[in-house]
């Protein structure tokens, strides 16, 4: 009997999970989803997100039934919680769990709990219960192995279904690329991603030497990156001979960029959610680290994850790239 069955006494009927949708950690929430699903089969699970996650609710139906937009927690800090709007509308939903996995923040806990669910599932700093009917988990030790999803089922003594992760992508993904450029799917490409400008990024004359050196290959470029890095792009795509795509990653939805990525021969770039989407999905991957934890590898094909720091010459990151794709080392 796992640990949700014999707190509460019963087994549930409706099941939520508080956490915040993000694209690298797509895998491990559908994952968390499926494990849930197969010990309460005929449980309605939702999930409650501050960020739209009707999309994956659509493509992943068979693991989550519903979707609920939830404020983000920083909007309402500043109101009273128990007069919210969206208190009130939840307190109406008669929920008999909610997994609250997005914050450690002990005030996100309490407005929660002023949701009424018959038990409560929160992350807490030391794993204290400060509620009656509430379980609350400590932070799992820091590995890119060990997902805070893997770390819940397992403090929880729930089955954890097999971690295969295939985004359900359909025609609609390949048209929603080929109405802007038509040309795209007939050669091979490599996609780079460039992370936010704003942010601490990889200078751009390596983007540009990697560039040269898939056109000058016969690989098609395909550039994803976000409105502040749409200048640089241009500028690089202005002197290479080769097909060059420009997508902006705002205009493209998940499952369109994961058929996108897909497609292509390669993923290079220092975009840390897109490097993670594309290591999940067993595309071999270059991510150009530039700061932060390093990224959770695919157990099931250790060998797509390829890291390269900053402080590595871009002799070093040319030479990787090369070898990856087979081209001839005399000339990379």
């Given at each position: 009997?796992n640990?949700?069955?014999?707190?509460?006494?019963?087994i549930?009927?409706?099941?939520?999970?508080?956490?915040?949708?993000?694209?690298?950690?797509?895998?491990?929430?559908?994952f968390?989803?499926?494990?849930?699903?197969?010990?309460?089969p005929?449980?309605?699970l939702?999930?409650?997100?501050?960020?739209?996650?009707?999309?994956?609710v659509?493509?992943?139906?068979?693991?989550?039934n519903?979707y609920?937009?939830?404020p983000?927690?920083?909007?309402?800090?500043?109101?009273?919680?128990?007069?919210?709007?969206?208190?009130?509308?939840?307190?109406?939903?008669?929920?008999?769990?909610?997994i609250?996995i997005?914050?450690?923040?002990?005030?996100?806990?309490?407005?929660i709990?002023?949701?009424?669910?018959k038990?409560?599932?929160?992350?807490?700093?030391?794993?204290?219960?400060q509620?009656?009917?509430?379980?609350?988990?400590?932070?799992p030790?820091?590995?890119?192995?060990?997902?805070?999803?893997?770390?819940?089922?397992?403090?929880?003594?729930?089955?954890?279904?097999?971690k295969?992760?295939e985004?359900?992508?359909?025609?609609?993904d390949k048209r929603a690329?080929?109405?802007i450029?038509?040309?795209?799917?007939?050669?091979?490409?490599?996609?780079?991603?460039l992370?936010?400008?704003?942010?601490?990024?990889?200078?751009?004359?390596?983007?540009?030497m990697?560039?040269?050196?898939?056109?000058d290959?016969?690989?098609s470029v395909?550039?994803?990156?976000?409105?502040?890095?749409?200048?640089?792009v241009?500028?690089?795509?202005?002197?290479?001979k080769?097909?060059?795509?420009s997508?902006?990653?705002?205009?493209?939805?998940?499952?369109?960029?994961?058929?996108?990525?897909?497609?292509s021969?390669?993923?290079?770039?220092?975009?840390?959610?897109?490097?993670q989407?594309?290591?999940?999905?067993?595309?071999?991957?270059?991510?150009?680290?530039?700061?932060?934890?390093?990224?959770?590898?695919?157990?099931?094909?250790?060998?797509?994850?390829?890291?390269l720091?900053?402080?590595?010459?871009?002799?070093?990151?040319?030479?990787?790239?090369?070898?990856?794709?087979?081209?001839?080392q005399e000339?990379?």
């Amino acid at each position: 009997m796992n640990s949700i069955v014999s707190t509460l006494g019963y087994i549930p009927k409706k099941i939520g999970v508080f956490k915040t949708a993000s694209m690298a950690d797509l895998p491990n929430d559908i994952f968390l989803f499926k494990s849930l699903k197969s010990s309460f089969p005929e449980a309605t699970l939702v999930w409650i997100s501050s960020k739209d996650s009707r999309e994956i609710v659509k493509r992943f139906s068979g693991e989550v039934n519903e979707y609920m937009s939830c404020p983000s927690y920083a909007k309402l800090s500043s109101t009273n919680f128990s007069d919210s709007w969206f208190t009130q509308a939840m307190q109406q939903q008669k929920w008999d769990v909610i997994i609250q996995i997005d914050s450690y923040d002990p005030l996100v806990n309490h407005w929660i709990k002023l949701w009424k669910p018959k038990l409560l599932i929160g992350c807490s700093y030391g794993g204290q219960s400060q509620y009656k009917d509430a379980l609350y988990l400590s932070p799992p030790e820091s590995s890119p192995r060990d997902s805070i999803q893997s770390h819940v089922l397992k403090l929880l003594d729930i089955n954890a279904r097999k971690k295969v992760f295939e985004f359900p992508w359909t025609e609609s993904d390949k048209r929603a690329i080929t109405q802007i450029y038509p040309e795209l799917f007939q050669h091979l490409f490599v996609c780079i991603h460039l992370g936010d400008a704003a942010g601490k990024a990889w200078p751009i004359c390596y983007y540009t030497m990697i560039a040269y050196l898939l056109a000058d290959h016969g690989y098609s470029v395909v550039f994803i990156a976000n409105e502040s890095q749409r200048a640089n792009v241009q500028e690089i795509c202005q002197n290479i001979k080769s097909p060059t795509f420009s997508l902006l990653r705002e205009n493209l939805t998940w499952s369109n960029l994961a058929y996108l990525l897909n497609q292509s021969s390669l993923v290079i770039g220092d975009d840390r959610d897109i490097a993670q989407l594309a290591v999940h999905l067993s595309i071999p991957d270059v991510w150009l680290r530039t700061e932060g934890q390093p990224l959770q590898n695919n157990d099931s094909y250790p060998n797509v994850l390829h890291t390269l720091n900053e402080s590595q010459p871009i002799k070093e990151v040319i030479h990787e790239i090369g070898r990856l794709l087979h081209l001839n080392q005399e000339t990379c």
